[in-house]
């Protein structure tokens, strides 16, 4: 049986919540703002300031940046209590749940935890400041891949905020995002602080895409839209690195997803085994135009280029999701791939010297990455041993294993997804996070390339549970500044100390102050299946045929012909 792209969605899925539980989500929403608030008032302090700080110039605000302990007390503040709102928040976005959080209170919570990071310094990281530099070295005429800011000058505004290790190292970055960052400093030239908030502007369109087709993709996928927003946009990782850190992470990834709703749009739903019907009109154009936009995300930031495989794993199940066509399709991907990649390139006045500035974070050996650490684990213990020094031997030797091990995931995954075991869009999501989890320089907000996927596809508890768990431990292992405070590292205890204190009396007040239903441990009378552990299990072993569009529950995931719930109808929702 086929279907159209899009089935309407089924008339009473969810009850509107309780006054109990909006008033709730009221005051989650408050929590979380005043979190925010704190945040960004203690970024002024304990912030990626610039060297040439303008908050010291400001009446009043000037104070935060004299005293670095209690402006980096109040950032830890607004870090827990951003993160416990989030928490509370998703126990009414939860999809086995009969009564859920409405997209509209979600978008309200996004405006009110994102506008207070908006005109802050940057947090948690100084990579705009390297944006400006390598941007700046564009706009004079200079090739980035070439050279480093420091050939503006180690004395230029737009170099002195640089880390030093950064200084004299090729551009990471995609052409298409560098030559965006080329306009951005030619309009504010030597301002650094209007260059970062016209950084944190193009972030936010990035932002904004992903708030608008993650929802569409989460439908498609059989997902509440609600869980989606709460897991991929209000996600602390979110508010910290990529509003608050200004990175260029939410532009690729955002224009990723929306390849992927594009390409997907006239894709229609295959129930496994049937026989495909002729092209629909629009579907190759369809299919054309997701591709390139996927490849132009590429552009921003390589990583993308990854979701090409799996769109072409679900051009191939539209077909018989035989070999040939998974080989079809693929070679369609690799030429449309080719020829956008191509012409971006060379249309924003670059060339193919990019792809030599793809090694530059491996100079970085970060603390909080796996493969680094057992690198640097193996170079002590061979000092230890008498055999010598030999981290960085170890550690190219653990990256190129690494890279192998999620080459060998991802091709698990095309594999597996191609035969109906997981949703290509979970295979994306677990693929693109091995490549970035196995990386030397793992940053806590590249793990977003796989939650955001993640959060539109998984809908049952595994995945979820997951992403939700690393986003937590992730978004509180970096300092805002995101430095460790040159050496005087008893600052860190002594804030923290007293940002707890801090957060437990909030939380006692929210306690005291807020419905039962908010910190209840269990609502039986409120899930829509109250075993919703196991139905989707037993669900997926018994059945044959497609089921109806409700919530997903676990193990759902691993059959795309169903979306988990308990029968209710058996009009099936599209998922290539």
Same mark, same amino acid.
């Given at each position: 049986?086929?279907?159209?792209?899009?089935?309407?969605?089924?008339?009473?899925?969810?009850?509107?919540?309780?006054?109990?539980?909006?008033?709730?989500?009221?005051?989650? =929403?408050?929590?979380?703002?005043?979190?925010?608030?704190?945040?960004?008032?203690?970024?002024?302090?304990? #912030?990626?300031?610039?060297?040439?700080?303008?908050?010291?110039?400001?009446?009043?605000?000037?104070?935060?940046?004299?005293?670095?302990?209690?402006?980096?007390?109040?950032?830890?503040?607004?870090?827990?209590?951003?993160?416990?709102?989030?928490?509370?928040?998703?126990?009414?976005?939860?999809?086995?749940?009969?009564?859920?959080?409405?997209?509209?209170?979600?978008?309200?919570?996004?405006?009110?935890?994102?506008?207070?990071?908006?005109?802050?310094?940057? !947090?948690?990281?100084?990579?705009?400041?390297?944006?400006?530099? =390598?941007?700046?070295?564009?706009?004079?005429?200079?090739?980035?891949?070439?050279?480093?800011?420091?050939?503006?000058?180690?004395?230029?505004?737009?170099?002195?905020?640089?880390?030093?290790?950064?200084?004299?190292?090729?551009?990471?970055?995609?052409?298409?995002?560098?030559?965006?960052?080329?306009?951005?400093?030619?309009?504010?030239?030597?301002?650094?602080? /209007? #260059?970062?908030?016209?950084?944190?502007?193009?972030?936010?369109?990035?932002?904004?895409?992903?708030?608008?087709?993650?929802?569409?993709?989460?439908?498609?996928?059989?997902?509440?839209?609600?869980?989606?927003?709460?897991?991929?946009?209000?996600?602390?990782?979110?508010?910290?690195?990529?509003?608050?850190?200004?990175?260029?992470?939410?532009?690729?990834?955002?224009?990723?997803?929306?390849?992927?709703?594009?390409?997907?749009?006239?894709?229609?739903?295959?129930?496994?085994?049937?026989?495909?019907?002729?092209?629909?009109?629009?579907?190759?154009?369809?299919?054309?135009?997701?591709?390139?936009?996927?490849?132009?995300?590429?552009?921003?930031?390589?990583?993308?280029?990854?979701?090409?495989?799996?769109?072409?794993?679900?051009?191939?199940?539209?077909?018989?999701?035989?070999?040939?066509?998974?080989?079809?399709?693929?070679?369609?991907?690799?030429?449309?791939?080719?020829?956008?990649?191509?012409?971006?390139?060379?249309?924003?006045?670059?060339?193919? /010297?990019?792809?030599?500035?793809?090694?530059?974070?491996?100079?970085?050996?970060?603390?909080?990455?796996?493969?680094?650490?057992?690198?640097?684990?193996?170079?002590?213990?061979?000092?230890?041993?008498?055999?010598?020094?030999?981290?960085?031997? !170890?550690?190219?030797?653990?990256?190129?294993?690494?890279?192998?091990?999620?080459?060998?995931?991802?091709?698990?995954?095309?594999?597996?997804?191609?035969?109906?075991?997981?949703?290509?869009?979970?295979?994306?999501?677990?693929?693109?996070?091995?490549?970035?989890?196995?990386?030397?320089?793992?940053?806590?907000?590249?793990?977003?390339?796989?939650?955001?996927?993640?959060?539109?596809?998984?809908?049952?508890?595994?995945?979820?549970?997951?992403?939700?768990?690393?986003?937590?431990?992730?978004?509180?292992?970096?300092?805002?500044?995101?430095?460790?405070?040159? #050496?005087?590292?008893?600052?860190?205890?002594?804030?923290?100390?007293?940002?707890?204190?801090?957060?437990?009396?909030?939380?006692?007040?929210?306690?005291?102050?807020?419905?039962?239903?908010?910190?209840?441990?269990?609502?039986?009378?409120?899930?829509?299946?109250?075993?919703?552990?196991?139905?989707?299990?037993?669900?997926?072993?018994?059945?044959?045929?497609?089921?109806?569009?409700?919530?997903?529950?676990?193990?759902?995931?691993?059959?795309?012909?169903?979306?988990?719930?308990?029968?209710?109808?058996?009009?099936?929702?599209?998922?290539?």
């Amino acid at each position: 049986m086929w279907v159209p792209a899009r089935s309407p969605a089924h008339p009473g899925d969810r009850e509107p919540l309780t006054a109990d539980e909006r008033r709730s989500v009221r005051l989650v =929403q408050t929590f979380g703002t005043f979190g925010s608030l704190m945040l960004a008032f203690g970024s002024l302090g304990a #912030g990626a300031a610039p060297v040439l700080n303008p908050v010291n110039t400001l009446p009043v605000l000037r104070i935060f940046a004299r005293i670095p302990t209690v402006s980096l007390a109040l950032a830890f503040i607004g870090m827990i209590m951003l993160i416990v709102g989030w928490l509370l928040l998703g126990r009414f976005a939860r999809p086995s749940r009969k009564r859920i959080v409405g997209r509209g209170e979600l978008h309200r919570t996004l405006l009110l935890w994102i506008a207070p990071l908006v005109v802050i310094p940057p !947090i948690f990281t100084r990579d705009p400041y390297v944006y400006l530099g =390598q941007s700046e070295v564009l706009t004079r005429g200079m090739d980035p891949y070439e050279v480093g800011p420091e050939a503006l000058g180690n004395d230029d505004p737009l170099v002195v905020g640089v880390a030093n290790i950064w200084r004299d190292t090729p551009a990471p970055y995609g052409p298409l995002f560098l030559r965006i960052g080329s306009w951005i400093t030619g309009i504010t030239g030597e301002h650094v602080s /209007g #260059g970062i908030l016209l950084f944190r502007l193009l972030t936010l369109v990035g932002l904004g895409v992903v708030v608008w087709v993650l929802p569409r993709l989460a439908d498609r996928f059989g997902v509440p839209p609600s869980t989606a927003l709460w897991l991929g946009v209000a996600n602390p990782l979110v508010l910290f690195h990529i509003v608050g850190g200004a990175h260029n992470d939410a532009l690729g990834i955002g224009l990723m997803l929306l390849g992927l709703e594009v390409g997907l749009r006239r894709l229609p739903y295959r129930v496994r085994g049937d026989s495909p019907p002729p092209l629909v009109n629009g579907e190759i154009g369809f299919i054309v135009a997701g591709a390139a936009i996927i490849t132009v995300a590429a552009t921003i930031k390589l990583h993308a280029i990854v979701a090409l495989g799996f769109f072409g794993v679900m051009i191939a199940r539209r077909w018989y999701g035989s070999i040939k066509d998974l080989l079809k399709a693929g070679s369609g991907m690799l030429v449309i791939c080719a020829v956008v990649m191509t012409a971006v390139t060379y249309g924003v006045g670059l060339d193919y /010297g990019w792809v030599n500035g793809l090694s530059t974070p491996t100079k970085l050996w970060n603390w909080i990455a796996p493969t680094a650490e057992i690198g640097q684990l193996g170079g002590v213990l061979g000092v230890t041993l008498g055999l010598g020094n030999h981290t960085a031997g !170890i550690i190219a030797v653990l990256a190129i294993l690494s890279y192998l091990a999620a080459g060998a995931i991802t091709v698990k995954f095309l594999w597996d997804s191609l035969h109906w075991r997981y949703r290509p869009m979970i295979g994306l999501g677990v693929s693109v996070g091995a490549f970035m989890f196995l990386h030397v320089a793992m940053q806590p907000w590249w793990l977003l390339w796989a939650i955001i996927p993640l959060a539109a596809s998984a809908g049952t508890s595994r995945f979820r549970v997951l992403a939700t768990g690393m986003s937590v431990v992730l978004a509180v292992l970096i300092p805002p500044n995101g430095s460790p405070f040159d #050496g005087r590292l008893y600052t860190l205890p002594q804030a923290y100390f007293a940002g707890g204190l801090v957060v437990l009396g909030a939380l006692a007040l929210l306690w005291w102050r807020a419905p039962a239903v908010l910190f209840a441990r269990t609502d039986p009378d409120d899930l829509l299946h109250p075993q919703a552990s196991t139905i989707g299990r037993r669900h997926r072993r018994h059945s044959t045929g497609p089921v109806s569009a409700g919530p997903a529950t676990a193990g759902a995931e691993h059959a795309p012909e169903a979306s988990g719930a308990a029968p209710r109808d058996t009009t099936p929702r599209n998922r290539p």
